[in-house]
Structures are given as C-alpha cells and as structure tokens.
C-alpha cells in the first residue's frame, strides 16, 4: 500500500501522556517523520529520523517504529500542543521516489 | 538556517499553468544531502506531496499529478520552480516549498505557504 493511515482524532487530558499512531507499508523500510500543524501556520517539525527532536523541540516529544506502524508520544501534553499532527515518509518503487503524508491526527488537550 | 520563501500568482484562471518559485536562503541548494520539494494543503484538508527534486535535476512527481507537473532547480539562484498545468478549482490550495532529507527521514524546514485559487 502507498498510503500512511492515521487516525483522524485524538484527545488527552493536560500534562497527561498521549500517543499518536500511523501506519504504512513504507514505514517497513523508511522512519516516519512527524510534523505539527497549529491553524494558519505552516508545519513543523518535531520528530525526525524515527527519533531524533530539532533545535527548539521540547524533549517531551518523542518517536518510536515498530513493523508497519510508527508512533509519536508526547509525555505531560501541554495546552500548546494542541495541533494536527501529520507522519510522513519516503517510498520508492523501482527508481520512483514518493514522499506520503499521513491524513494528519487532530490532538485536543482538555 | 535554512529558510524558505515561495513566490508566484496568488489567482489562476482554469486551464492555465500554476508557476510558483522558492528561494533558499542560509543555505546551498547544491548540498547533496537533501531534496527540494512540493507540498500542497487544500483548504480544510490534508498535506498532499506534489513532487521533489536534487539539485542535479532529478525529479520525482506524485504519480496522481504526473501529467500537470514540472519542476526545475536554478542553482546559480538557489531557486526551483513548479509548474503545474491544466487547473482547475481542485487545485486551490495553500503551496509549500520544502527542504527534505536525501534519505528519507524526515520534511526539515518548510516555507510560510502561499494560496493559489484557481478561478476565473
């Protein structure tokens, strides 16, 4: 399959744990990535490499990838994370490369 | 750092050709660690990648755009382009250029965005 599956909403309580799943065939050979989305802004990156955080990324942020399905974690969510959280990755077909985007999981933080 | 700026019509007629431009700035578009790319949002919807390129030329397009798309590197500008032919209203949405890793690991900076609508 060439598609990134994500849930399309989740919820979490402030300061509470919450994980965001996504789910791809490509995510056997490629890490995910994950990108934050806040209303009128352009994405941002907050999780590369299956796990590493940018410059400016709080480390309550984290990644992890398992089979087919990658995760993003954010452990004690504050009410700034509250965004469309978007995985991303890399395919290839012969010497075709795609890039995918997940259909984005809306975080509420309650 | 590196950042990232696209420049182009803001308004299309239907049937005509989208062209929008992105300069880098802090930064080489010779560097083989990365490919440029495109990224569009249409409005109230998800990210849908359009296409990437390295700087040698070499091009990768969404398979479902294929036919519409074209995109070149200018390095002497530390520039690319997108072209994309034959809009129509599905075509309106918010453009992002990006900086994306060469292995695959992640979409690292992004531009501001800039809205194309397609209408007459």
């Known amino acids: 399959s060439s598609e990134l599956t994500q849930d399309p909403g989740v919820s979490v309580t402030l300061g509470q744990t919450v994980t965001i799943t996504c789910q791809g065939d490509?995510?056997?050979?490629?890490?995910a990535s994950w990108n934050q989305q806040k209303p009128g802004q352009a994405p941002l990156l907050v999780i590369y490499?299956?796990?590493k955080r940018p410059s400016g990324i709080p480390d309550r942020f984290s990644g992890s990838s398992s089979g087919n399905t990658a995760s993003l974690t954010i452990t004690g969510a504050q009410a700034e994370d509250e965004a469309v959280y978007y995985c991303?990755?890399?395919?290839?077909?012969?010497?075709?490369?795609?890039?995918?985007f997940g259909g984005g999981t809306k975080l509420t933080v309650l | 750092q590196v950042q990232l700026h696209e420049s182009g019509p803001g308004q299309v007629t239907p049937s005509e050709t989208l062209s929008l431009t992105c300069t880098v700035s802090?930064?080489?578009?010779?560097?083989?660690?990365?490919?440029w790319g495109w990224i569009r949002q249409p409005p109230e919807m998800g990210l849908e990648w359009i296409g990437s390129?390295?700087?040698?030329?070499?091009?990768y397009s969404n398979p479902s755009l294929k036919s519409r798309v074209s995109i070149s590197v200018d390095t002497s500008k530390n520039q690319f382009s997108l072209r994309l032919s034959s809009v129509t209203a599905a075509d309106t949405a918010v453009y992002y250029c990006?900086?994306?890793?060469?292995?695959?690991?992640?979409?690292?900076?992004w531009g501001q965005g800039t809205l194309v609508t397609a209408s007459s």
């Open positions: 990006a900086r994306l890793d060469y292995y695959g690991s992640g979409t690292l900076n």
């Open positions: 802090g930064g080489s578009i010779r560097s083989s660690n990365y490919y």
């Open positions: 390129i390295y700087y040698s030329g070499s091009a």
């Open positions: 490509s995510l056997r050979t490629y890490y």
């Open positions: 490499d299956k796990n």
């Open positions: 991303n990755s890399r395919t290839s077909s012969g010497n075709q490369f795609n890039w995918l």
